[in-house]
């Protein structure tokens, strides 16, 4: 049809796709690291009270996050394909080391400096992947989203036995896999085809950022609302399962039902978005999720796990279709769209889980839990309102026909 947009008919790459979401496994166990690691830093460290917990998990949540748009912008111009597997590496050793460091300071330290691991990884694999998926860009970053739940879901089950068998200094062995994927990397990794024309000078990025800023803006404060909500759960979950007399194991096992719906309903909603649409996926599976969260707190046994299971697919089927959103509002920044959101956003709501704390302190943990069900609403209306609808690859393919 003349006049039409351009349609892509690039293949999907599916086996360098599938070494970089294998990498993606590996990172989001690293990011799911540190928390395992607390419980035995408080038993065996004298004086490492609940605060300087909290500020060693903020050390890598602020380089983690808040670094990534940074990163994102230098790779959208430099296009450092050797930072994908130096960063993987980066962040494998500086975790092994914090169970053989005795000094609280040096902790906080590596804490920090593997976190400038992770936002490297995340922009420059978030970028690769969207340019070999071809036409189904949200479905295939969906799956590699998918890998990297899966890894975060399996840091409890992998690490905890490892340090209650063996001990802090069992930290040291966990640099082994970070080889290994490192390795894979360098080896498999696709190489950057940044040309000279196509790197965005720093006033370009400004401009696309002002062009796109109350799109941007949108997405941002959507995944930001989300991040509290699935954060706080994470956090808050295991103190309302306890308050119920609940066993760690069975809280564990619930919790992992969750993540693990959550990496398929992020999946389906790849799938769901690049056929009907960005806005529709994200703003239905937010407004759907809130009811589900509540249908699990107000019912009993079976049912109310099914209910926390869909309620966790349909919280998390908008996660990589946001980072998509984010990549065609800046389509000549697409890594610096990635950090903004798997980063800065996600940053921002991780953070501000303290406030959902403060709720649980003063008005107690069921009322805190109630507060996180009503967020995914709360975001759903912000895309509602301010997202932007713009055609699929399918709806393209369509009007080319």
């Known amino acids: 049809m003349k006049g039409s947009p351009p349609v892509s008919n690039k293949h999907i790459n599916y086996p360098k796709i599938g070494v970089i979401s294998l990498a993606h496994t590996l990172n989001d166990l690293y990011s799911n690291y ?13 004086g490492f009270t609940a605060t300087r917990a909290a500020i060693l998990i903020s050390a890598f949540t602020i380089t983690s996050s808040f670094t990534q748009p940074f990163f994102g ?51 420059q694999a978030a970028t690769m992947v969207n340019d070999l998926s071809g036409n189904n860009k949200a479905v295939v970053l969906s799956g590699f989203v998918a890998f990297g739940n899966v890894g975060f879901a399996l840091g409890p089950l992998l690490l905890i036995p ?38 965005p000078e720093l006033s370009q990025v400004i401009y696309s950022l002002k062009s796109a800023s109350r799109e941007l803006i949108a997405i941002i404060g959507v ?8 954060t706080g759960m994470l956090t808050m979950l295991p103190l309302y399962f306890k308050s119920k ?11 992992t039902i969750m993540l693990f ?6 999946v389906l909603g790849g799938f769901i978005s690049d056929r009907y649409g960005r806005k529709r996926l994200i703003v239905g599976s937010l407004i759907i999720s809130s009811p589900l969260f509540f249908a699990f707190f107000y019912t009993h046994g079976t049912l109310s796990t099914i209910f926390l299971g869909l309620a966790g697919a349909t919280l998390l089927s908008s996660f990589a279709v ?7 509002a800046i389509p000549n920044n697409k890594a610096l769209a990635a950090g903004l959101t798997m980063g800065f956003a996600g940053g921002i709501g991780g953070l501000a889980v303290i406030l959902i704390g403060r709720i649980a302190d003063i008005w107690g943990i069921s009322s805190a839990v109630f507060v996180l069900f009503l967020l995914p609403i709360f975001a ?19 009007a080319a026909a």
């Open 322 to 328: 946001t980072v998509v959103a984010a990549q065609e």
């Open 73 to 123: 912008y230098f790779l959208d111009r430099k296009g450092k394909r050797w930072l994908l597997y130096v960063g993987t590496l980066w962040m494998g050793s500086m975790l092994s080391l914090t169970g053989i460091v005795h000094n609280y300071g040096l902790l906080v330290t590596l804490a920090a400096l593997a976190g400038l691991g992770t936002a490297v990884f995340h922009p």
């Open 245 to 255: 007399d609940l066993s760690n194991i069975a809280a564990s096992h619930l919790l």
């Open 261 to 266: 719906s959550g990496a398929i309903g992020g």
């Open 162 to 199: 490892l340090f209650q068998m063996y001990g802090l200094r069992a930290t040291i062995v966990t640099v082994i896999p970070g080889i290994m994927v490192a390795l894979l990397l360098l080896f498999f990794a696709p190489r950057n085809h940044v040309s000279p024309g196509t790197r």
């Open 380 to 398: 759903g209306l912000i895309g509602l309102l301010f997202l932007k609808s713009r055609p699929t690859s399918h709806s393209q393919r369509i």
């Open 223 to 230: 995944i930001a609302v989300r991040s509290l909500a699935y």
């Open 34 to 46: 540190l928390p395992q690691l607390l419980p035995f830093l408080v038993v065996m460290t004298p």
